[in-house]
């Protein structure tokens, strides 16, 4: 469709300029919002920017400098480094806690979670996982499924521990299950853990109100998604023969889920071009940049998602097991998880991962102590009002902050020098049996 496109973007341009003899026609403004309706309907989008230049931290704006701490084959590890010249504000800023954000692999790019990285980024230092379009991916880097994907998780845990002592970890839809998977065997092999983990909209238990996509996932065989969704890339790029599922069928999918919609916007953003309204245009064209930019999945990584959680349900049956990076085969236990503050949030109305299904992370982790688990349900929130928006600002963003303010001041008091002294013991100078004794439970303890 790119020649059509193309075409369609020139017409567009001919008939919306007024001082071209097209631009003179009286329906020329009609035939320029078709034009650019058709373009826009066609046009690959490209990978968006997280764009986020500055934060306002009390008052104060802090320069972000958007860098890659660590790069994989399929995975960027993004952190969002904050600068400032002010003193106060500085110091403020280095003791604000670690956060890991495992941005989904589903369709979209991590920078569907703009929002979710500028509201944090106040109070917390940002890291999140930027996955790679597999059709860019050379077949050289080798297969990626989903224990690769668990696998990525516990490296980048383990980086920002070694930078900070300890962190937290948000997971929102998607990630969820590999998240509590990874900081699960973390647990088992006897780690550190993260201070908390946030899990926001994820399918944990698909059993649990089952949506659209649970029902197409549990209807249709493990062979039926084979031949009908996977698909060998073209030479034209750099992975090219890699097997993936491709971004333009996903979105086909994210479409038919509520194509009414979505057929009204793109009307109202015609009859809005006409009218002249910029503003409207304006945010439909940003909405949509966002929405229509997608990325190939490697085949065995979404074929093995397909499998383990909406058909299996591995992980709440207790028989997942994952191949680590030495190749030894380990079992996912969350009930080993013991010292990891929990937080499970869902949205009302969303309609992807269905009520109950996230909620569900807390009777599966049986380890870790009521007192540390939470569970927030947003009223009128669907699926993207969890994480993006005004609800997420105003009601989930709080309640996040909070919960993860409190395990870190926990662990820094555990952690303070004062916390750590032992009472000294006087050994009585005039009493030589008394210094025996003295070190005799010395050494016991």
């Given at each position: 469709?790119?020649?059509?496109?193309?075409?369609?973007?020139?017409?567009?341009?001919?008939?919306?300029?007024?001082?071209?003899?097209?631009?003179?026609?009286?329906?020329?403004?009609?035939?320029?919002?078709?034009?650019?309706?058709?373009?826009?309907?066609?046009?690959?989008?490209?990978?968006?920017?997280?764009?986020?230049?500055?934060?306002?931290?009390?008052?104060?704006?802090?320069?972000?400098?958007?860098?890659?701490?660590?790069?994989?084959?399929?995975?960027?590890?993004?952190?969002?480094?904050?600068?400032?010249?002010?003193?106060?504000?500085?110091?403020?800023?280095?003791?604000?806690?670690?956060?890991?954000?495992?941005?989904?692999?589903?369709?979209?790019?991590?920078?569907?979670?703009?929002?979710?990285?500028?509201?944090?980024?106040?109070?917390?230092?940002?890291?999140?996982?930027?996955?790679?379009?597999?059709?860019?991916?050379?077949l050289s880097e080798g297969k990626f499924h989903l224990d690769d994907y668990i696998n990525y998780v516990q490296e980048f845990i383990r980086h920002l521990q070694g930078r900070y002592g300890n962190c937290h970890v948000m997971s929102v839809c998607q990630p969820t299950v590999p998240v509590l998977a990874a900081v699960s065997l973390m647990a088992s092999r006897g780690e550190t853990t993260p201070l908390s983990m946030v899990m926001m909209g994820g399918p944990i238990d698909a059993r649990k109100s089952p949506t659209a996509v649970n029902n197409l996932a549990m209807s249709k065989s493990h062979e039926w998604f084979e031949h009908n969704v996977i698909y060998r890339v073209p030479t034209n790029f750099a992975g090219a023969g890699r097997r993936v599922y491709p971004g333009f069928l996903q979105h086909s999918g994210f479409v038919a889920m509520n194509p009414s919609n979505h057929a009204k916007s793109h009307y109202d953003y015609f009859r809005d071009m006409i009218k002249g309204d910029d503003a409207s245009t304006e945010a439909h064209r940003k909405f949509y940049d966002e929405y229509n930019a997608v990325l190939d999945m490697d085949a065995d990584y979404y074929l093995d998602t397909i499998k383990v959680v909406f058909q299996d349900f591995s992980l709440v049956n207790g028989t997942w097991d994952v191949k680590g990076v030495d190749g030894k085969i380990e079992r996912v236990r969350p009930q080993d998880i013991t010292t990891t503050g929990l937080f499970s949030v869902e949205g009302e109305l969303d309609d992807i991962s269905g009520s109950g299904q996230t909620e569900a992370v807390h009777s599966i982790c049986s380890g870790v102590v009521a007192a540390e688990q939470k569970h927030l349900e947003v009223k009128g929130a669907g699926h993207y009002g969890i994480f993006s928006g005004s609800r997420w600002r105003d009601i989930v963003y709080p309640e996040v902050k909070a919960f993860i303010l409190s395990h870190q001041?926990?662990?820094?008091?555990?952690?303070?020098?004062?916390?750590?002294?032992?009472?000294?013991?006087?050994?009585?100078?005039?009493?030589?049996?008394?210094?025996?004794?003295?070190?005799?439970?010395?050494?016991?303890?």
């Open positions: 469709m790119e020649p059509l496109t193309d075409l369609a973007q020139s017409a567009a341009k001919i008939y919306g300029n007024p001082l071209s003899l097209a631009g003179q026609n009286p329906f020329a403004q009609r035939l320029s919002a078709g034009y650019d309706l058709l373009h826009r309907l066609g046009k690959d989008y490209i990978k968006p920017e997280f764009g986020l230049r500055t934060v306002d931290v009390d008052g104060i704006d802090v320069a972000i400098h958007e860098r890659i701490e660590i790069n994989k084959p399929f995975c960027e590890l993004r952190r969002f480094k904050r600068f400032s010249d002010d003193s106060a504000t500085l110091d403020k800023l280095k003791v604000q806690p670690a956060v890991l954000i495992v941005a989904p692999l589903s369709g979209h790019y991590a920078t569907l979670l703009r929002d979710t990285v500028k509201a944090m980024l106040k109070d917390h230092k940002v890291y999140i996982t930027d996955w790679k379009n597999a059709r860019l991916i050379p001041r926990a662990a820094d008091k555990l952690a303070s020098p004062t916390a750590r002294a032992k009472p000294a013991v006087k050994p009585a100078a005039k009493k030589p049996v008394a210094k025996v004794a003295v070190k005799k439970v010395a050494r016991k303890k």
